[in-house]
């Protein structure tokens, strides 16, 4: 079939970088969003009501999980080129209302905004790159937005340090240059074709005229694995979310690191994520045993988290840690959910089963939020304890409803989906 091989070569890697961008947005959006929030804080007297409502409403939670399930709904019924293309002129809109901010009211709004539009944009872009990759590089071209995912948060960690002492100036520099990038995105995505696969499922009237209807996600199948990846990948995300609140304390706690510090720790964990995606998922997704592969990545999670459950906290063992997470990580959860997620479910519901589910996780994520305070004054162990439960919890959903798709085209997965509808 012509559209599984036509993103084969330069062409489908530019498209898969494009597509793969939405990432890079999202994760950049977040980390800018807590670099600049001290700043916010002092610039608008934002009080800790007001700080964890733009926590709960930002890009990191409740309005992606929004955003993801309009936009995902929107890509099955008017195509994957719509809303990646015009997503990105939304996002550059609710970026401007950061740049120019001067007051609590219009960051909360600018920031819900880039919420709403990095969120529309993952399910778009995460079916794209799957229908556009070739049968055997499905894992490969996945793994590229989530180099990206990685990217971002890495550049926006440098500028801040070096803008820093330009102050919310420099916090406005950042934001700027991800506005930039929407409004490039835009232009560049207009000269990508729509996804073959998704066209071809629209013309066919069987399928156009009874399929790809909201009810239909409702059946056990796709119930059953919503459930598994949402369990899957939500519980893993619990422990992200909060780690953002515990990594701080460590840099702090292994010796008073300063600013600049802590941002090449951080930096150092980003590329080795990256290192991780790129050497073990990248090269093995397609070709080995899923199931093992992510299996091997939660044992190295939770044997690194457990480390600081279990011993004193020193620099030489946070070092451990932060490198046996970055590793870990790279090629785990969030890249299996990502594949996962776009195997499991027919071209015309793909969008919208990942919108759901990537929904049901941000916003479990910006409620749960509301709770972290509350863990971390249980103390540095006990916190550490819940997060490698998480972790466990989560590796074991992950390991035992594992799918074996490596190699296999979509139209073959697509087929074993066909009695359940």
């Known amino acids: ?18 597509a793969g961008l939405a990432n890079y947005i999202d994760a950049g959006s977040i980390v800018a969003g807590s670099a600049a929030l001290a700043l916010w804080v002092e610039a608008y007297q934002l009080d800790t009501s007001l700080v964890g409502i733009l926590g ?36 550059a809109f609710g970026m401007l209302w950061l740049v120019f ?6 960051v909360v709004l600018g920031f819900f905004l ?9 399910p778009a872009s995460w079916s794209l790159i799957a229908e556009q990759a070739p049968d055997r590089q499905r894992g490969k071209h996945s793994g590229v937005a989530q180099v990206l995912w990685y990217m971002g948060p890495t550049v926006v960690l440098l500028m801040f340090l070096v803008l820093a002492p330009l102050g919310l100036l420099g916090a406005r520099i950042v934001f700027a240059h991800l506005a ?28 156009g005229e009874n399929r790809g209807k909201l009810r239909d996600l409702l059946t056990p199948q796709y119930l059953r694995s919503m459930a598994f990846l949402i369990g899957m990948y939500g519980i893993w995300n619990l422990w992200a979310g909060t780690n953002g609140f515990f990594f701080p304390y460590i840099l702090r706690t292994v010796g008073n690191q300063s600013q600049a510090t802590a941002v090449a720790v951080q930096t150092f964990s980003f590329l080795l994520g990256m290192g991780s995606i790129f050497f ?29 459950a279990l011993f004193p906290l020193t620099l ?45 996780v941000r916003i479990s994520l910006g409620i749960f939020s509301f709770f972290v305070p ?45 009695p359940a509808t």
């Not at 880039?114 to 993952?122: F, K, S």
């Not at 930039?180 to 560049?188: D, G, Q």
Request: proline letters at 2%; aromatic letters at 10%; hydrophobic letters at 55%.
């Open 280 to 308: 073990i998922f990248m090269q093995l997704a397609d070709r080995v045993n899923q199931r093992l592969l992510f299996g091997i990545s939660a044992v190295i999670q939770v044997f690194g988290m457990s480390l600081l």
């Open 374 to 418: 509350v863990l971390t004054a249980t103390g540095f162990k006990t916190l550490a304890w819940i997060l490698t439960g998480f972790l466990i919890l989560s590796g074991l959903i992950g390991f035992l409803g594992a799918p074996r798709n490596e190699g296999r085209s979509l139209e073959e997965l697509e087929a074993e989906l066909e």
């Open 1 to 18: 079939m012509t559209a599984s091989t036509s993103a084969d070569g330069d062409h489908g890697w530019k498209d898969t970088i494009l």
């Open 56 to 91: 709960a409403l930002g890009p990191n939670a409740i309005s992606a999980g929004i955003g993801a399930m309009i936009g995902g709904r929107l890509c099955d019924i008017l195509g994957r080129k719509k809303i990646y293309q015009y997503d990105m002129l939304f996002y």
């Open 114 to 122: 880039v919420g709403l539009a990095v969120g529309a944009d993952i």
């Open 101 to 106: 901010a001067m007051n609590a009211w219009m």
């Open 180 to 207: 930039i990038l929407a409004l490039a995105l835009t232009f560049l995505r207009s000269r990508m074709h729509e996804s073959a696969r998704w066209l071809e499922a629209k013309a066919e009237p069987r399928v």
């Open 316 to 360: 030489p063992l946070a070092l451990i840690h932060v490198v046996l997470m970055a590793v870990g990580q790279g090629f785990g959860a969030q890249c299996f959910f990502q594949l996962w997620s776009s195997e499991m479910f027919p071209t015309l519901l793909r969008s919208t089963a990942q919108g759901l589910m990537f929904a049901v």
